[in-house]
């Protein structure tokens, strides 16, 4: 090493670079490139001056007093603030934390990066390859793409600082001194915060129905502005504001300047819906995190809502939140506005490690440019793009991801290294001319030998990366499947300007001929429920298997995992997943599937080609229809009649809506009565059995056998719904 790489020189350097960052009001990146004690040596010396509480450290081997973190744990720093962020490579370069760990560092403050000499880092078998490894898969086998790229936008930044290990310190770019700011009303410190808060306020003193759409990228003062304007509201009057966003952790801005004396509580997104608390303001943080539909439900709720969300955020993205929540809202609530706070807080303008966390992350990663669809746009060619061939081309990566960014609430850094570099992944690219206007990709699974099967069957082993033959053996039950070699469509995304118009079918068929050639014999995905989606894959020639009993925790929405055969071989595989779900999906629904979307039920139990009920049913059935008997003493005979009339077997155009939905909640569902006479707006338990009794009427005259209808005591009181209720 030479003198000037020793890490006391190193410290002194440091400190002249926190220097100039101060002065510009920006932050800087330094890289320190070597081995790893001289890397972690100098790092340490870097802390030394500083109090520990204002280090961040991610790795091992922290200098004493201070704590070292894990990756997972820097997700919980969303919102804090930091002097210093010291990111040990060597113990695994996580994207995710690096990317919410720079967001901590304020105006001045380093990101400190130790890795091994750049030129040798792709190589480095890096610890965070086991995150996208496969069971089977040596990590030390998986390329270096992603790093590789990453030393690429080093090597091209003009702010990066890289100290080499055994060569001179660089010089500095000195930036230029931060402009003064102007003062602001109201705690604010930028001219867009103080506009938020007062359309914030407007959404409670102004016209009803009218809600506020908050946007900005990180550091931009979003949720500050929520809790400044709580504030003032509840200093003008008294006011019940209700909070919600996937996690309690992320509102500790909003709440923290919002003060004590303000009427704020916490409500997670899926108990908001059910209990649906009263509230004179309702804000909803992080709406990204949030899906579609359960924001669309809290607008018709709530007359007075805010909804906010970061736009380029590292647990997500808003992007795509706008784009997909825009139909709701011109529909429910017209007079809805926007708002995009642009101008930082945290740092100036045009911040160093912010252009270069979004250029290496892809935080700013959009679809491509086209142009406005018509008769004569050419349909798009469907080809397998490698991964040697994404790094090579910028633009086809940028738009990918942005594309899936964009699809998917909860894109990450880490999806882009697995894009990079996931072993037994296949991309599926829709192109126009060179655009990437949709993207599939899907994942090699299974083919185990039969013990490794039968450990997986039994539930003794896991294996990491083979959700598709994992969920059907241990879940589903099939003992056979993990013998199977299965593709597993992970992501599928379709450019937003060319929705509607073939392009996702046309990739899922492409990815069945590729799965077919090399070999694979079922075809399946798992995602969070939806009827649109569920229509879809359905139409793909997929078929329900399971349903997650578990809701997730951020949309109270639970998976179903879907599968189509692609041989003889795995015919027996699928008719046998079939007939499991169609004897568990009824039953789970009393208890662990109690809470499932209405009109997601509705959706999978039309998939069921249930056996006609007995003629003994239908009788008891028509007892009950015509107000001869209660409701509990059928109850065992309602249930298989209203299976039927809400399956594909009915064959007579089914039931009004608000007759299934009735029939789902109550027959099927069993949820308590007070919650079915408010969700139906009825008015009590009378008044639920009476509009069962006509439901049941309408099954019996689409399906009943010739001598349950001619039967004389239905014939003669057929048109008598009375109550022994």
């Not at 400190?112 to 086991?130: E, F, G, H, I, S």
């Not at 997500?316 to 997909?324: A, E, H, I, V, W």
């Not at 529909?331 to 506005?337: A, M, Q």
């Not at 939905?661 to 969700?679: C, D, F, K, N, S």
Request: net charge neutral; hydrophobic share 45%.
């Amino acid at each position: 090493m030479t003198e000037s790489t020793e890490p006391r020189l190193i410290a002194g350097f440091a400190a002249q670079l926190s220097l100039i960052a101060d002065r510009s009001s920006h932050r800087r990146l330094l890289v320190l490139a070597g081995e790893r004690g001289w890397g972690l040596a100098a790092a340490a010396a870097i802390t030394r001056d500083r109090p520990a509480e204002s280090v961040f450290w991610v790795g091992s081997d922290a200098p004493n007093g201070i704590t070292p973190m894990r990756g997972e744990e820097v997700l919980r720093l969303l919102g804090t603030e930091s002097e210093l962020l010291v990111m040990d490579a060597w113990s695994g370069f996580d994207a995710d934390a690096f990317g919410a760990g720079a967001g901590t560092v304020c105006a001045g403050g380093l990101v400190v990066l130790v890795t091994p000499p750049l030129m040798a880092w792709p190589a480095y078998v890096d610890p965070q390859r086991c995150r996208i490894s496969v069971d089977g898969t040596d990590p030390s086998e998986l390329s270096g793409r992603f790093i590789r790229r990453l030393t690429g936008v080093l090597d091209t930044d003009p702010d990066a600082v890289v100290v080499e290990q055994g060569t001179a310190l660089p010089a500095i770019n000195p930036g230029r001194p931060a402009a003064a700011r102007a003062p602001l009303p109201d705690d604010c410190l930028t001219a867009d915060q103080a506009e938020a808060v007062e359309a914030v306020v407007r959404v409670v003193t102004g016209h009803r129905r009218r809600p506020l759409v908050l946007t900005a990228d990180r550091g931009r003062g979003k949720s500050a502005a929520l809790g400044l304007a709580v504030a003032r509201l509840t200093q003008r009057r008294s006011l019940e504001v209700v909070l919600t966003a996937p996690d309690e952790r992320a509102v500790e801005a909003v709440v923290r300047h919002a003060g004590t004396s303000a009427q704020l509580r916490y409500v997670p997104p899926r108990r908001l819906l059910e209990e649906q608390p009263r509230a004179g303001l309702l804000l909803v943080d992080e709406a990204a995190g949030i899906p579609v539909p359960m924001l669309a439900e809290l607008l018709r709720s709530y007359k007075r809502v805010v909804f906010s969300s970061t736009v380029h955020g590292y647990e997500g993205t808003g992007r795509g939140f706008s784009l997909r929540f825009r139909e709701h809202l011109d529909t429910l609530t017209p007079g809805w506005r926007a708002l995009h706070l642009t101008t930082p807080i945290r740092w100036a303008e045009n911040d160093p490690v912010e252009r270069f966390t979004f250029q290496a992350l892809l935080l700013d990663a959009e679809p491509a440019i086209v142009a406005e669809p018509s008769a004569i746009t050419p349909r798009p060619v469907v080809h397998r793009i490698g991964q040697d061939a994404l790094l090579d081309r910028e633009d086809w990566l940028r738009q990918l991801f942005g594309l899936l960014v964009q699809a998917h609430y909860r894109t990450r850094p880490l999806d882009l290294r697995n894009l990079l570099e996931g072993p037994r992944l296949a991309v599926h690219a829709a192109m126009i001319d060179d655009a990437v206007v949709g993207a599939a990709l899907v994942a090699d699974e299974g083919g185990f030998g039969p013990r490794s099967a039968d450990a997986i069957w039994t539930g003794r082993r896991r294996p990491h990366g083979h959700l598709l033959p994992q969920s059907l053996a241990a879940h589903v039950g099939v003992r056979t499947a993990p013998l199977l070699r299965c593709a597993r469509v992970m992501r599928i995304a379709v450019h937003p300007q060319l929705r509607r118009r073939g392009i996702g079918r046309a990739l899922i068929d492409h990815a069945v001929t590729g799965a077919a050639a090399d070999g694979m014999s079922v075809i399946g995905t798992s995602f969070g429920a939806t009827p649109a989606l569920l229509a879809f894959w359905r139409a793909c020639g997929l078929h329900s298997v399971r349903v997650g009993s578990r809701r997730d925790s951020a949309s109270g929405t639970q998976s179903v995992l879907m599968i189509r055969p692609l041989d003889t071989v795995a015919d027996a595989v699928v008719k046998e997943a079939l007939m499991r779900h169609a004897e568990s999906f009824p039953v789970q629904l009393l208890e662990p599937l109690a809470k499932l979307d209405v009109a997601v039920a509705r959706a999978l139990l039309a998939e069921r080609q249930p056996s006609p009920p007995t003629t003994d049913k239908w009788l008891e059935v028509a007892a009950f229809a015509l107000g001869r008997r209660e409701y509990a003493v059928c109850l065992h005979a309602l249930r298989p009649v209203a299976l039927w009339g809400l399956s594909g077997g009915t064959g007579n155009g089914g039931l009004p809506d608000e007759e299934s939905e009735l029939l789902v909640q109550r027959v099927l569902q069993g949820r308590p009565w007070h919650e079915v006479a408010r969700t139906r707006g009825l008015a009590g338990r009378a008044a639920i059995i009476r509009s069962l009794r006509q439901a049941f009427v309408r099954l019996l005259r689409q399906g009943a056998p010739a001598a349950v209808l001619e039967d004389s005591a239905f014939r003669s009181d057929q048109n008598n719904t009375g109550s022994c209720d």
